[in-house]
């Protein structure tokens, strides 16, 4: 190892910036350096993005600037697609220009996971994820159009398309955005006389025999029947067969039009760790042992998504990929390095399951705390707080919390901004109206 170590860090997401977050912060001056990798110069705080697609929280202020953040660090916008670990360099990517090798001392991979799909025919044109700010613009704009399409079609069918939104996948990221994006729905069709709620058609569709594998069978079943309550269809141990053109065929046969798919259906590991050939684990996440170092491969550590890390508080039992874990292997993960260069003994990851939260609307929501199942008001109340106490910086805690105060008091925008999709289809469309083509200067000499 050189005498000023260069630890690279491969993902911006929580382990990536938490991690380096607390590098910068505990080493010593000159006693390393600190580069993180990302496709984005952005951290998205992703349990947040139902709200800002539901329009109770300005997009912007549910990512989180890498450079502004981590200013003690190098941040390179890229992508990793290779590491070669005994040589300790990473190919990087970058998002202009060509390929380059990064040297390194000490490696964390954290590139987090990946969408789960399946070869559904239609998925790749009809559907959208749920995992980007993008996405969660692309999903308001695209639901309340969509009642402006229905508010102004005369052919019933038509109409019925158009207010026909499927969401598939019932973990937290699907019911979550079921929930509040109904909600927000059913709160824009106040100005829509021609519309009424029960015009709506909301599917939620699970391959599985319940919804959020996180929470207790019980608090899950609330969950369905206060969605189904709200008219609201909830199908479990079912899966979408083909969805060309926005025709929804389901396993149990049941066959609809939507101009609205949404894709939850789970993530997988990074396929980064095993296209590099290090130890993975079945499900391709990268093997560490408690102290989140990677056996056998003497500085490389892991932790979050794409990390198989023991569980220590239930034998045999592996950390859950969830936003709670990754925060809190973060911080360890950054000591850990720290202890190792200093040549002290890493600690274990221990932990205690604080519990989980849900949003399922504005006002509405789960909870299970330490044991303790809440529901309604309090649950929602819960899953606020929780979630403004973990988001990253002072700066976007206060103004989230402005965001909530502004929706209290004025209450929430519904607007539609579907243009900045594609914001040159009008200025196109009016030069070739206009007939206008360009022209070639005559060459001189």
Not at 347 to 363: C, D, E, I, M
């Amino acid at each position: 190892m050189t005498e000023r170590p260069h630890i690279l860090i491969v993902g911006g997401g929580y382990v990536g910036l938490y991690a380096a977050f607390r590098l910068q912060k505990k080493l010593r001056g000159g006693e390393a350096t600190v580069t993180v990798v990302d496709p984005r110069p952005t951290m998205t705080y992703q349990p947040f993005l139902p709200e800002a697609a539901a329009g109770s929280i300005e997009p912007r202020h549910v990512v989180v600037p890498l450079r502004k953040v981590l200013r003690g660090c190098r941040v390179v916008t890229g992508t990793v697609t290779g590491v070669d670990h005994r040589r300790g360099v990473a190919t990087v990517v970058p998002a202009e220009g060509v390929p380059t090798e990064l040297a390194y001392d000490v490696l964390v991979l954290a590139a987090g996971s990946v969408a789960r799909t399946q070869p559904v025919p239609g998925l790749a044109e009809c559907a959208i994820g749920f995992s980007t700010v993008g996405e969660a613009i692309y999903l308001r704009n695209q639901v309340l159009s969509r009642l402006d399409v229905a508010a102004s079609a005369t052919d019933p069918e038509v109409r019925r398309r158009a207010l026909t939104f499927v969401v598939v996948g019932g973990g937290y990221a699907g019911v979550e955005a079921f929930g509040e994006l109904e909600d927000m729905a059913r709160f824009a069709m106040r100005v829509y006389p021609e519309l009424a709620p029960s015009d709506m058609r909301w599917v939620l569709v699970e391959a599985a025999g319940r919804i959020m594998p996180e929470v207790s069978p019980s608090l899950a079943e609330y969950t369905v029947r206060r969605l189904e309550k709200r008219g609201m269809r909830v199908l479990l141990n079912t899966t979408v067969t083909s969805m060309v053109d926005g025709h929804v065929v389901l396993s149990d046969g049941e066959e609809f039009d939507s101009d609205t798919v949404v894709w939850t259906a789970g993530v997988r590991a990074n396929p980064l760790a095993q296209a590099s050939g290090l130890p993975v684990d079945p499900r391709g996440r990268l093997v560490a042992s408690t102290t989140l170092r990677v056996p056998g491969h003497e500085d490389l550590w892991t932790a979050g998504d794409s990390a198989a890390v023991p569980d220590l508080s239930a034998e045999g039992a592996w950390c859950a990929p969830s936003a709670q874990h990754a925060v809190r292997q973060a911080k360890l993960l950054a000591d850990n390095i720290i202890r190792s260069l200093r040549g002290r003994e890493p600690k274990p990851y221990k932990h205690s399951h604080a519990g989980s939260v849900a949003s399922l609307g504005l006002h509405k929501g789960v909870a299970e705390i330490y044991g303790i199942r809440l529901r309604g008001v309090v649950a929602w109340l819960m899953h606020r707080a929780y979630h403004v106490t973990r988001v990253p910086t002072l700066n976007r805690k206060v103004r989230v919390m402005a965001d909530w105060l502004m929706a209290f008091l004025l209450r929430r925008d519904v607007v539609s901004l579907g243009q900045i999709h594609d914001p040159r289809r009008d200025w196109a469309a009016m030069v070739e109206a206009t007939g206008v083509r360009p022209t070639v200067p005559p060459r001189v000499g």
